[in-house]
Structures are given as C-alpha cells and as structure tokens.
C-alpha cells in the first residue's frame, strides 16, 4: 500500500531519478521502503538498533555483536564486521569515509565507540569518562564526533575532534529528557529528545551547544527512535497510540508542525520500529531494478 499524506489522500509517485529510498531498523526484521510512496521494498532478515548511510547510497545497521554494510536497492549485506558487544548507533564521516559505531560493552567493562576505516579494516576504540553510557553519534561536516548518552542519572554530549584520541564534554544549555539521535542537518548539529519527540538544533562553540532552533512535531507520540534528516524532511520512527514506535512519521525539516505522511502498514504488535535512514543514490548512477514486495 502507498504511503498516505496527513488528509488520507495518496501523494504523486516521485520521479525515478529521485532514487530515495528509506531503510527501517526493527527490532526483528529491518524494511527498505521506497520514497514518498512509502511501498515495501524488500525485508531485511536481521534485526537492527539503528541505521545509517553515506553519500555513496550505502546503508550500515547495526545489531548485537556486529555491524553490516549495504548497497543502496539491497537487503543483503556486501560487508559486515563484529565488535565486542552490541553496535547500537553509527555514523560516517563525510571527510574520511570513515565509520562510527556506539558499541554497548558485554559485560565489566565500557561503552565505547568504534571507528572503522572500512568494514575489512580492524577498527579503533575510543572511551571517555565523560560518558558514563554512550547512545547516539554523529559526526559534522568537518569530521567532528559527537556522541551522547548519560553521564550517571544526567543528559551528556561529549566530542571527538577530527584527528584527535580524546573526547571532550560539551556543555548543552538545553534539557533533554531522553537522548536521541545526533546529526549533521547541513548547517548546525542537531540533538533528537526522543520523549515527548523534538528536534534542537545546536550551535556549538568550544566547550558549549547553544540551541538556535527547534522542530517540533505534531503528532509524533511520546516516545520516538532514532530519526534522519535529509532532503528536506525529517523521518521519525514513532507511536502515536502506542509505548513502541510502530511506524514512521514524516515531516517538513526544520518547519516540523503537522505531519506530511504516515507510513504504518508493515508493522504488527509486538514489533518496534527503532531507527531508520536515508538512502540516496547518487546523479548518475545506477542502482539495481526494484522489486516492490
């Protein structure tokens, strides 16, 4: 079924060379949708905590004990790599290529991020004791990591500057009830509350975030997963009705107000919906033929 607009009416399909597609990790099958139409693309076999992708289309997922790369159009990863816990969050680094990875330690030990310069590539750890637990990561335009969590009962956000070894605490003059997703929106960083949903935009100084701005968001629930950000919309895993997103809401970023479309139709109970990302194939490109399913 295609996806419904806020009115219940069907929006136009997008042109192919728009090639958006839009991966959903679940915490028991993952889902490629296509984009604003909102039609199953494929299922991806193997549960995810978040997702991720880089300017070349290709997505990461992460899940318990290792992290998996695809291609832009597939649902059967080309590389994947194992860590010594469980890959909860990723990002990529737009001047490197390199990617990052939130790894929950197993047990008597740190949560710590892992950075890989390729997937074949043995990766490097880095912990800090501004971060007591490490949720969300996102790197800047500039190479910069950005990683959230908690330190003991408190909200935190720590960074990683662009070729150094040591992270840094950063000072956020904004309460956050529960960390969400860190990301690039192309002009600041931003910082997802995933309760009671809402988007901040940060600038950042030194030492200190200073919000800007915020996208709020009708109708999103009271709790959210991990959201991304790109071509203009923000796409929020959510739950109107429910304690677990169940579906994906879509809105104008960083407008944020009502709700443009709704996608809900490939979930059943006892499923959650927790991260979902963004796939572009690049101008030129080919990626493969699509089979709706």
Request: charged share 15%.
């Amino acid at each position: 079924m295609p996806l419904k607009t806020a009115d219940g009416s069907y929006p136009a399909t997008p042109a192919p060379s728009q090639n958006i597609l839009l991966y959903a990790a679940g915490n028991r099958k993952s889902y490629v949708l296509s984009y604003p139409d909102g039609t199953l693309v494929g299922r991806i076999d193997r549960p995810s905590f978040g997702a991720c992708s880089d300017s070349n289309g290709n997505v990461y997922m992460t899940g318990v004990g290792s992290v998996a790369e695809f291609a832009y159009g597939q649902t059967t990863p080309f590389a994947s790599a194992n860590v010594p816990g469980t890959a909860y969050s990723c990002s990529v680094d737009p001047t490197t290529g390199d990617l990052a990875v939130v790894v929950f330690c197993s047990s008597g030990c740190t949560d710590e991020v892992a950075i890989f310069p390729s997937l074949a590539d043995p990766p490097q750890f880095y912990e800090t004791s501004a971060l007591t637990q490490m949720l969300y990561c996102g790197y800047d335009a500039a190479g910069n990591l950005f990683v959230d969590g908690y330190d003991k009962q408190h909200f935190a956000l720590a960074e990683l500057p662009a070729g150094q070894t040591t992270f840094s605490p950063i000072a956020v003059g904004q309460t956050i009830n529960i960390p969400g997703q860190v990301q690039w929106d192309g002009q600041y960083m931003t910082l997802e509350d995933a309760y009671n949903p809402v988007i901040y935009r940060l600038a950042i100084s030194g030492s200190s975030a200073t919000p800007v701005g915020s996208t709020q968001l009708h109708s999103v629930g009271r709790r959210a997963g991990q959201s991304w950000i790109g071509k203009g919309i923000v796409v929020v895993p959510t739950a109107p009705n429910a304690k677990r997103a169940i579906e994906l809401g879509v809105w104008l970023y960083p407008r944020g107000g009502n709700r443009l479309h709704v996608i809900k139709w490939f979930l059943t109970p006892h499923k959650q919906i927790t991260g979902v990302t963004m796939s572009v194939l690049p101008s030129g490109q080919m990626g493969p033929r699509l089979q709706h399913r």
